[in-house]
């Protein structure tokens, strides 16, 4: 199976402006992210897409391949769907580049769901892992996922999901890690269709497939890392890095 890791990366931010280049433990989160999604070994190719040339030159003067994307996009999936168009792979895996500890394991699982009993079913896959800090499943920036008995998604939010209504069970909270897979024929559905009403509420792109009758199955893996998404988010990481020993 032909795998191809793209990465979007956008310089501008609203919560964060430039966050992919922000410093962490010596080298910029975009660096981090395409280092870590090499390491694995898992893909035929891992590419940057990005919308700014200061991202591109910090990939290609580290010895990376970045390409720059020549649309206006309000989301990842569209951007790599440019790129993508142009190639041939069994699946393509959207690494955001916010994600700087994308780990082996998890991406296995992954790839995992097109490969199974019911391999060639799956269109769409992502990752969630369990939230248990109630201060996170507040947090509106982490997306929150209810999920099937066959681990599909059922829907995607930014609010507390589900409601915690009866407060004497064990309600399971799922975050939704930032990491998707798809094959080529889903990725161009995407890109051809226009943002969605529950994709433009909750800002979250994956909420597109869902209002189109496209199931997304999900894995169910361990803690991967942090997701930067504000200036805080980058002290949380050196810690972890600290902790791990990551350098």
């Known amino acids: 199976m032909k795998v191809i890791a793209l990465i979007p990366a956008r310089l501008g931010a609203t919560r964060f402006p430039s966050k992919l280049l922000a410093p962490l433990k010596g080298k910029s989160v975009i660096r981090r992210t395409y280092e870590s999604a090499m390491s694995t070994g898992l893909f035929d190719e ?18 990376g391949k970045a390409v720059k994307s020549q ?18 792979a069994n699946v393509f ?29 799956v269109q769409v896959a992502s990752l969630v892992q369990r ?27 930014r609010s507390v999901l589900p409601y915690p ?23 161009m559905q995407f890109t051809n269709w226009p943002m969605t009403p529950l994709e433009a509420a909750e800002k979250v792109e994956c909420l597109r497939f869902l209002e189109h009758g496209i199931p997304m199955r999900m894995a169910i893996t ?26």
């Open 46 to 63: 891992v590419i940057v897409v990005t919308d700014a040339d200061e991202i591109m030159d910090e990939i290609i003067q580290s010895g």
């Open 71 to 88: 649309g206006v996009y309000e989301s990842g999936t569209d951007r790599i769907a440019e790129v993508a168009a142009h190639m041939d």
């Open 93 to 121: 895996v959207n690494v955001q580049g916010d994600e700087p500890f994308v780990q082996k394991q998890p991406l296995q699982e992954l790839l995992q769901l097109f490969a199974g009993a019911d391999g060639d079913k």
């Open 131 to 157: 939230l248990t800090n109630p201060a996170l499943i507040q947090d509106h920036n982490y997306v929150k996922v209810a999920l099937a008995l066959n681990n599909d998604a059922l829907f995607f939010s």
């Open 165 to 187: 209504r009866n407060k004497e069970i064990d309600i399971p909270y799922y975050e939704h890690i930032g990491v998707y897979a798809f094959r080529k024929h889903a990725l």
């Open 222 to 247: 361990q803690y991967m890392g942090v997701e930067i998404d504000t200036p805080e988010d980058i002290i949380r990481a050196e810690k972890l890095m600290e902790e791990k020993g990551w350098l």
